[in-house]
């Protein structure tokens, strides 16, 4: 058993998913650094979690499977004993950007199994047991237990080219209000995180182009983002600073989503 708060955060391993594991060992918690594959880059990021003065666990499961998410939750609970903070990070982009009168239903299915099926039931039954630590009272040392949601400024912004993507997005919107609504009354709180573009794998393929909008001046806060500027974002709401505050959504995006006229 550890002594550390816990959180469970997937996808881990690489991109924004590693920046979150690695701010929240900052602050001395213990992570469960899920992966779907890359157990180099989770091992990898077990190292930076270590050296930043937090305690991990590298643990493989795939989001989109109900077998491996209840042994990621078993796994994660074999540590510490309880799930402080959930971080819903884990997702994918179309493998082939498709023209929305195109793109097929293979796509969609895959996409929405991994982005938004795999984090609805994680949260499920991950909200079940936090919801049984609280009435317990088995408290982790930073309070009452935490949920976040790492969704995207495509959850609002029309892209034709993607739109399996965007409507994922969408619905983890809904899906944050849905569990915050649900929780409060237990004291669990729960936040989506909505970044901008961020500089990981995910987007390496399309940087030339952000290079363009960024020169352009596509928002105020005129470079790339970056797997900390997330990971800084969830460590103050997984410290506890924003306790009268759920369902909220915090835009990491360097003001992609003001107007302007
Ligand atoms: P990334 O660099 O491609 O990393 C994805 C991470 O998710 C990897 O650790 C990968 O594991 C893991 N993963 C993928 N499928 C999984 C599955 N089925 N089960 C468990 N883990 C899985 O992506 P990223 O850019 O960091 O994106 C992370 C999240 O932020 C995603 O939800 C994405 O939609 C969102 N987001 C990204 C941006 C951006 O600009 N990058 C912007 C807004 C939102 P392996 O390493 O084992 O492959």
Not at 116 to 126: E, H, I, M, N, S
Not at 147 to 158: L, P
Not at 250 to 257: A, K, L, S
């Amino acid at each position: 058993m550890s002594g550390r708060p816990m959180a469970l955060v997937t996808g881990a391993g690489r991109g924004i998913g590693r920046g979150i594991a690695i701010e929240l060992a900052r602050q001395g918690w213990h992570v469960a650094i899920n992966y779907a594959g890359n157990a180099g880059a989770a091992s990898e990021c077990l190292g930076l979690v270590r050296k930043a003065g937090g305690e991990g666990t590298t643990i493989r499961a795939d989001v989109a499977s109900g077998e491996d998410r209840e042994r990621l939750v078993a796994e994660t609970l074999a540590i510490g004993g309880r799930i402080d903070l959930l971080v819903n990070n884990a997702g994918i982009a179309p493998r082939v950007r498709a023209d929305i009168l195109d793109a097929g239903e293979e796509s969609f299915d895959h996409l929405m199994a991994v982005n938004l099926k795999g984090p609805y039931f994680l949260t499920q039954r991950v909200a079940r047991e936090m919801v049984a630590q609280v009435e317990r009272g088995a408290k982790g040392p930073l309070g009452a237990p935490r949920i976040v949601t790492i969704t995207s400024i495509s959850a609002y912004t029309a892209s034709v080219n993607r739109g399996d993507y965007c409507v994922s997005k969408a619905g983890l919107a809904m899906m944050t209000k849905l569990f915050a609504a649900r929780l409060a009354a237990h004291g669990i709180l729960v936040y989506e995180v909505r970044p901008g573009v961020i500089e990981t794998d995910m987007t390496a393929g399309v940087k030339e182009k952000y290079d363009r909008l960024i020169a352009e001046g596509a928002w105020p806060i005129g470079r790339w983002g970056y797997p900390e500027d997330i990971g800084r974002a969830v460590a103050a709401i997984a410290r506890g600073d924003l306790p009268f505050s759920t369902g909220e959504v915090i835009n990491v995006d360097g003001g992609f989503h003001l107007r302007t006229l």
